[in-house]
């Protein structure tokens, strides 16, 4: 285990049988659909890679980066948009493609921002999901596990933009940021 961890919650294994259910779930759901997968930069990219793979319909891949946590474990409250996709989505059906729905409020920023385009659809999936940081109504429409309320990287997600390699997804220390 990293030594900055306090513990591993979920190991490679469980993770890689989490994507594949959520990948037949949803090529179930969207039988003879075509799919644009908007990953959210820069957490959702590891799980953005296992996961289209794992669906098999046609998918069209596009990105967006956002950020509101910058080099802190509590969000600022505000999303900023960095980048935007350059697909017209209009009439599309988007998933969009998150590492984790902490507080909501990036979700909920990008939701509406979606639906504006007049998109077909918009669904949500999160590979994690953190009820109790919750600040918005915002819900994840395909989730791979819930989390405790504590700070998590690995699988993507960083602190201060370290951790994101970490095959694996664990709790970090408080001594590493207190
Ligand atoms: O539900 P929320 O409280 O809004 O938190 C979730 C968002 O925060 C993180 O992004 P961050 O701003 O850290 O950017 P990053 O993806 O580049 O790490 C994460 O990747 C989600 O996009
Ligand atoms: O628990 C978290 N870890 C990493 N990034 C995050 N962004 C929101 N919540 C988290
Ligand atoms: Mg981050």
């Known amino acids: 285990m990293h030594k900055d961890l306090e ?101 909920k920023y990008l939701k509406e921002n979606f639906e504006h385009r007049k998109a077909a659809s918009v669904k949500l999936c999160a590979m994690l999901n953190k009820p109790e940081g919750r600040r918005t109504d915002i819900k994840g429409d395909y989730i791979g596990f819930d989390v405790p309320d504590e700070f998590i990287v690995g699988y993507g997600l960083d602190y201060a933009s370290t951790y994101r390699n970490i095959p694996y997804i664990g709790i970090l220390k408080k001594s590493v940021y207190a």
């Open 7 to 107: 513990r591993i919650l979920f190991t490679e294994e469980q993770i890689r049988e989490r994507v594949v259910a959520l990948g037949k779930q949803i090529t179930a759901d969207y039988d003879g659909k075509e799919i644009v997968a908007v990953g959210i930069l820069k957490g959702a990219i590891v799980f953005f890679a296992d996961l289209v793979r794992e669906i098999k319909l046609p998918v069209k891949f596009d990105f967006m980066a956002a950020s509101s946590y910058g080099a802190s474990t509590k969000t600022s409250g505000t999303v900023r948009i960095l980048k935007d996709i350059d697909t017209d989505i209009e009439n599309k059906h988007v998933i969009i493609v998150e590492d984790i729905i902490d507080s909501g409020l990036t979700l």
